[in-house]
């Protein structure tokens, strides 16, 4: 089961990027505008701390959602099959 949905992600969501909603731009351009602001003010090793967490939280992010679309296909999965019964 798990390989099927490896290869699900990797065909559906991993390989094509969603696009972003209007909410999802605003917060995008916000924390551009953040991280630009804090680039000037820093200096060489807090940029690069501050570098490596961005790097961290986005791969914690991409954990989460690949783990919240296992979950839905698990979950749709699972109501299929007892509403076909």
């Known amino acids: 089961m798990q390989d099927i949905l490896e290869e699900l992600w ?3 969501i ?3 990027d969603p696009k972003l909603g209007d909410d999802e731009k605003l917060i995008m351009e916000k924390l551009e505008n ?3 602001a804090l680039h000037k003010e820093l200096n ?3 940029v690069q701390l501050l570098e490596e967490f961005t790097d ?3 791969e914690l992010c991409s954990v989460y959602r690949k ?3 296992i979950k839905g296909i698990r979950f749709a999965t ?3 099959l007892e509403a076909t019964e």
């Open 34 to 36: 953040a991280e630009k």
């Open 14 to 16: 991993e390989d094509n």
């Open 10 to 12: 990797c065909l559906y």
């Open 78 to 80: 699972k109501y299929l």
């Open 56 to 58: 961290h939280w986005g």
């Open 67 to 69: 783990e919240s679309f």
């Open 44 to 46: 060489e090793k807090q």
